[in-house]
């Protein structure tokens, strides 16, 4: 039974134009839907704090605002939820919405008790992941509909796998970020760089944040190019580049493995050579952002801008699935890099036809996908 609900709820996200314009209760029952999660996750939360937020977080946040925006989360899900009763025939986003809002109501809603403390040191970044997905959504659907270069729906192939992936990576933070660190911190510790780091924390904080900027998307070409180079770090970077639709949360399709080493190492510069923490938060806001925008389903394709930063189009041709776009185009925020290095690429007025690896040897589904790199070293080591 369960897996038929699914199954149906699915489909009815995933419905086709014209039972989807507005008017039909669609878009009312998908907004409902997803505040009702999100209203949801905010109580489990409010439940279990030190299990469920990550602690920069928690001592950020004013928990009485908090509970305000969770009680309007939950009341704008049930008003759109009967709207969406009223108008859809389906009425099936309407009452799951409904249903998640009661549960919501039923464990305390915005009045929630904090008092169930699970003090084990470990966490889930799990109001990271609304606050992620809630804030980029914003941004980035908007003005997707509105500058969108391909007409593809939210609910686009394989936008499961990727929101999964969004997911995961949300709530592994504590990990992700020890290990991502790990390099940093032994430079820290085996190398004396008090000079350096004083000199450079003397600097103006816009100086420092263009360093960073620099010295991040220097390491992260020669990564990147790595990772497309080498047969065995290609396994893990082809998940990313499985990818056949490019919107806002295709960039998220990253193997774990993958995640760890990259940032891990383009991080050191900011991390080792002691620029202030003010602006390495500053510029990790702005890079997450950006990563998101290269990835969009956005057209802004204005000329001028090509040499100097890198744009979607640029992006989208390191995606492409044309013989030309092999091996190209890795920089992050500057394609002078690929110019210096020769691999850069832009035909003029010109996108991908596709995306993904050719061939599409990459599996389905996150699991699977997990497994595909290690599966063939596993293989090649056997051999």
């Known amino acids: 039974m369960f897996s038929t609900l699914r199954k149906s709820l699915l489909q009815e996200l995933e419905a086709s134009q014209p039972s989807t314009h507005f008017g039909t209760g669609w878009i009312s029952g998908v907004l409902s ?15 279990y704090p030190q299990l469920l937020t990550v602690p920069e977080i928690r001592s950020a946040i004013d928990v009485d605002l908090f509970r305000i925006a969770l009680h309007v989360f939950l009341v704008a899900g049930f008003l759109l939820a009967c709207i969406s009763l009223i108008l859809r025939q389906n009425k099936l986003l309407g009452f799951t919405a409904l249903t998640l809002i009661l549960v919501a109501v ?10 169930h403390e699970l003090t084990s040191g470990i966490y889930f ?50 990990s992700l970020t020890y290990l991502s660190l ?15 780091q004083s000199a450079i924390a003397s600097q103006p904080v816009w100086l420092q944040f263009l360093e960073i900027m620099f010295l991040t998307d220097f390491v992260q070409y020669w990564v990147h190019r790595l990772f497309h180079r080498v047969p065995f770090l290609w396994k893990f970077h082809a ?7 490019l919107d806002w949360l295709a960039g998220s399709r990253m193997h774990f493995i993958e995640i760890i080493c990259l940032r891990g190492l383009t991080v050191i510069p900011m991390y080792a050579l002691g620029f202030e923490e003010s602006v390495i938060y500053a510029y990790l ?11 969009s389903n956005i057209k802004f394709d204005i000329e001028f801008l090509k040499p100097i930063i890198v ?20 920089s992050i925020h500057f394609p002078v890099f690929d110019k210096l290095f020769g691999t850069y690429y832009m035909p003029k007025g010109k996108w991908p036809s596709g995306y993904g690896v050719a061939g599409h040897p990459v599996p389905s589904g996150y699991l699977r996908q997990f497994a595909y790199p290690l599966k063939f070293s596993a293989a090649k080591a056997n051999s």
């Not at 039923?106 to 008092?115: F, P």
């Not at 790990?182 to 350096?196: E, G, H, K, R, Y």
């Not at 806001?285 to 990835?295: D, E, G, Q």
Request: charged content about 15%; overall charge negative; glycine content about 4%.
């Open 33 to 47: 839907f997803f505040l009702a999660i999100a209203g949801l996750s905010a109580v489990v939360c409010l439940y």
């Open 182 to 196: 790990a390099p940093s911190n032994f430079i820290l510790d085996n190398i004396q760089l008090a000079s350096v």
């Open 239 to 245: 998940i990313h580049h499985s990818a056949r639709t």
């Open 311 to 330: 744009t979607p189009r640029f992006h989208h041709w390191h995606h492409g699935i044309e013989k030309e776009a092999i091996d190209v185009n890795f």
């Open 285 to 295: 806001v702005v890079v997450y952002l950006y990563s998101t925008y290269i990835h």
């Open 106 to 115: 039923s464990l305390g809603g915005a009045n929630a008790d904090t008092s």
């Open 125 to 174: 970044g799990l109001d990271w992941f609304m606050l992620n997905l809630t804030l980029t959504g914003l941004i980035f659907l908007p003005l997707e509909r509105l500058f969108r270069r391909n007409n593809q729906s939210v609910f686009r192939f394989e936008w499961r796998e990727d929101l999964f992936y969004f997911l995961i990576s949300s709530l592994m933070v504590q």
